[in-house]
């Protein structure tokens, strides 16, 4: 009979243990997917810049602090409940609470301030690089940037410096003086790699400084509930050296690159140049995005999709199937001909 029992109960127990395996090893699999996702161009976890690196660092004080408190407070319950479960005296209870609840908290919430505070000057630095002037408009972003022979200038409103949309260049290991501002509502500019976020507020310039320390392209996102399109806000940030940022802006200033081309008679006839301007032409419309390096850039409908024609022609005929919420109308009416046309212009447009 015990035999028996034996030979019954062996198999199960090793069926228990054959679980525990796949449960641990699923669990492992979870922290690694997990913490695979931490890192990548739009991740805070994943610092490359001096901001994004202190924040960080504030974050992993505080989560070792939280869990020695946490692990502090279990300890104590441990005690009261199994070690010493019999009632205290009215003098330890008294103790306890103003050691465990005034002295402590005081020390700890003291010291954490502290650390934040002395974190501070570091993002206030002054800059030593370009400025950049972002407007968050609804929804995406319209961007000037400072030229070498006339710095000072970009202004987050009013328009001067060179226009771009939806990508912000920056030269590596310089501190970038970012100028923030929009024209109606409240958006939040957000770089999560570089920097913490900074909001965009009508009637005001924030001011954001930013260092990259590491060439890359990150992801940027407006973080601050704005309307309807507001998760469809995106944009890049391209950390460059500062001989690659100097071509850029430079590019960024010149006029566009295909001026002889059909698309562009079929763009200045079905009206585009009323809200976009490509900047050699007669279309100098300021409502929308400037498109004049448009196919230089990563992403179209600000971070949305990447710039091909294919995507121009779908966006153009088809925005608020592309992008809910968008303010351009869709120009679905136009002949099949001259929607492809008018994308292959702009595809072209380096
Ligand atoms: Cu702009 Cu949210």
């Given at each position: 009979m015990g035999k028996l029992r034996r030979d019954m109960v062996a198999p199960a127990r090793r069926r228990g243990r054959s679980r525990a395996r796949t449960a641990?090893?699923?669990?492992?699999?979870?922290?690694?997917?997990?913490?695979?996702?931490?890192?990548g161009p739009q991740s805070a976890f994943d610092p490359a810049g001096t901001e994004a690196a202190g924040v960080i660092h504030l974050f992993w004080v505080m989560a070792?602090?939280?869990?020695?408190?946490?692990?502090?407070?279990?300890?104590?319950?441990?005690?009261?409940?199994?070690?010493?479960?019999?009632?205290?005296?009215?003098r330890t209870g008294n103790r306890f609470i103003l050691w465990g609840g005034v002295a402590f908290p005081v020390v700890v919430l003291t010291a954490l301030l502290v650390f934040g505070l002395r974190l501070m000057p570091g993002f206030?630095?002054?800059?030593?690089?370009?400025?950049?002037?972002?407007?968050?408009?609804?929804?995406?972003w319209r961007v000037h940037y400072d030229t070498p022979d006339t710095p000072g200038v970009a202004?987050?409103?009013?328009?001067?410096?060179?226009?771009?949309?939806n990508e912000v260049w920056l030269?590596?290991?310089?501190?970038?003086?970012?100028?923030?501002?929009?024209?109606?509502?409240?958006h939040s500019f957000w770089v999560p790699n570089i920097a913490g976020k900074t909001d965009t507020i009508p009637g005001r310039i924030n001011r954001l400084v930013l260092e990259p320390t590491r060439?890359?392209?990150?992801?940027?996102?407006?973080?601050?509930?704005?309307?309807?399109?507001?998760?469809?806000?995106?944009f890049r940030v391209r950390v460059v050296s500062q001989a690659d940022y100097d071509a850029r802006v430079a590019l960024e200033a010149s006029d566009?690159?295909?001026?002889?081309?059909?698309?562009?008679?079929?763009?200045?006839?079905?009206?585009?140049?009323?809200?976009?301007?490509?900047?050699?032409t007669a279309s100098v419309g300021l409502v929308g995005p400037d498109l004049t390096h448009l196919a230089s850039r990563q992403t179209l409908g600000a971070g949305i999709l990447?710039?091909?024609?294919?995507?121009?022609?779908?966006?153009?005929a088809l925005t608020e199937h592309e992008k809910p919420g968008v303010q351009m109308p869709p120009f679905s009416m136009l002949p099949p001909d001259e929607l492809a046309s008018i994308a292959a212009w702009l595809g072209a447009l380096r």
């Open positions: 641990r090893a699923m669990a492992l699999g979870m922290v690694a997917a997990a913490l695979a996702g931490c890192r070792a602090g939280a869990a020695l408190i946490w692990l502090f407070v279990m300890g104590i319950s441990v005690y009261a409940t199994r070690v010493q479960p019999g009632a205290h005296s009215e206030r630095a002054p800059a030593d690089g370009p400025r950049i002037a972002v407007s968050g408009e609804r929804f995406w202004k987050a409103l009013t328009l001067e410096g060179v226009p771009s949309a030269p590596v290991g310089r501190r970038s003086e970012i100028l923030l501002g929009s024209p109606d509502v409240i060439l890359g392209t990150f992801n940027g996102i407006c973080a601050e509930f704005c309307g309807t399109a507001h998760a469809q806000m995106g566009a690159a295909v001026l002889d081309h059909p698309g562009r008679a079929s763009f200045e006839q079905a009206g585009c140049g009323a809200c976009h301007a490509v900047r050699g990447p710039v091909t024609p294919d995507n121009i022609a779908r966006f153009v």
